[in-house]
């Protein structure tokens, strides 16, 4: 969390989350194959700008690892092909980002920016735009999925978007309720953002708390919610999750796990690296995702959670990121009370337990 550390000393488990898939539930992600066309011109000339940024894009996002898109049957009647990153409209609750989905996944397990860069991303390509109908089409998708190719056990889902509650989207929360809770069933941890709107307010104030869909399941359900610090460890002003209740129990907040999502640069869709640095727990929560998928590939038996199955694998895996892979930090927020007592808030910020003794066998990709 020390920004005057060199980055390149990062370290991880050398098995790096091979063998466990990634589901990620969104817009798709970029492939190089897409643009391939491009490296030279009707002429034949070579374009060394396209030659450039493919080579990125195949370096970065490998298409052994970081699959084509399932589409939903909305994508599909939309005609949208299984490559490629749709976008987020502007309308959406994370606002117009052309490249927010494949800036996710190289989050998660891109060959250099990602927490497990062995792991496979299975990208669910929901439809043109981002809604929370076509988000709870796609975790029907990834249900289906995961039961058909029989996954459960090397399967994380992961879900980067969040819905206020509108008057007709019940039926759509309920099927997200279902399909989060069969895939706690089948032993399938899900990871996903708290949110971005703790600056922006509703009709009780400021909106600190979670409070969108599907994050906001995870009150009911075991889910992995991950809030955004900056360097130091502190909460990002925009990260929801460090309401007032939860600063004063902190044990039954629903946000038990932070990561750094902050000035996040990114290798976007078009293979350029630079654009203007990112924020948000969107870019929080893959880290979690890729830290788990890497636990998960050491079959480590000293882990909680190996040998577990079903919701007892899930709880489990729940239990250790949260309680046992962090680094607790002052978050920099507080509670003021009557009598004048004033509560700190801490964050548990995800830590992968590796130290700098071995990083001669758990090293990290050169960036």
């Known amino acids: 969390m020390d920004p ?9 488990q050398k098995e790096a989350g091979e063998g466990i898939i990634i589901y990620h539930v969104e817009m798709g992600c970029t492939s190089y194959k897409k643009y ?10 070579r374009n060394k700008d396209w030659i450039s940024r493919t080579d990125k894009l195949r370096r970065e996002y490998p298409s052994a690892r970081i699959r084509e898109s399932i589409l939903t049957q909305t994508a599909k009647d939309e005609g949208l092909k299984k490559i490629g990153d749709e976008g987020l409209q502007r309308s959406s609750p994370q606002g117009g980002d052309p490249s927010h989905s494949t800036c996710v996944i190289q989050r998660a397990a891109g060959t250099t920016g990602g927490a497990a860069n062995k792991a496979t991303v299975q990208p669910i390509k929901i439809g043109k735009k981002l809604t929370l109908d076509n988000v709870a089409e796609g975790l029907e998708t990834a249900v289906s ?12 889902v992961l879900l980067t978007s969040g819905f206020k509650k509108e008057m007709d989207s019940g039926s759509a929360i309920d099927s997200c309720r279902d399909s989060l809770k069969e895939l706690v069933k089948m032993g399938v941890p899900i990871v996903a953002s708290a949110g971005n709107s703790a600056q922006s307010a509703n009709n009780r104030g400021l909106r600190k708390a979670v409070d969108t869909y599907p994050p906001v399941l995870g009150n009911e359900i075991p889910m992995i919610v991950v809030g955004n610090v900056n360097w130091d460890g502190t909460t990002s002003p925009s990260s929801q999750g460090q309401d007032d209740d939860s600063i004063r129990n902190p044990d039954k907040a629903l946000v038990q796990i932070h990561a750094m999502g902050v000035g996040i640069t990114c290798l976007d869709k078009y293979g350029k ?20 998928a890497v636990l998960m590939s050491t079959n480590d038996p000293m882990l909680p959670f190996h040998g577990k199955t079903g919701e007892d694998f899930v709880r489990s895996a729940k239990k250790f990121i949260e309680d046992v892979a ?4 002052p978050s920099g927020t ?7 007592r004033v509560i700190h808030g801490q964050n ?5 337990g590796v130290s700098a003794r071995i990083q001669e066998y758990f090293a990290a990709p050169e960036c």
């Open 4 to 12: 005057s550390l060199d980055p390149i000393n990062y370290v991880y």
């Open 348 to 352: 548990k910020v995800l830590w992968n």
């Open 334 to 340: 507080s509670v003021t009370e009557r009598d004048g």
């Open 326 to 329: 962090q680094w607790k930090r």
């Open 36 to 45: 391939w066309h491009l490296r030279k011109d009707k002429k034949g000339k």
């Open 273 to 292: 690296d630079d654009g203007l640095p990112g924020s948000g727990t969107s870019y929080s929560a893959p880290l979690v995702a890729g830290q788990l």
């Open 145 to 156: 999925t995961i039961k058909s190719d029989e996954t459960a056990g090397k399967a994380i």
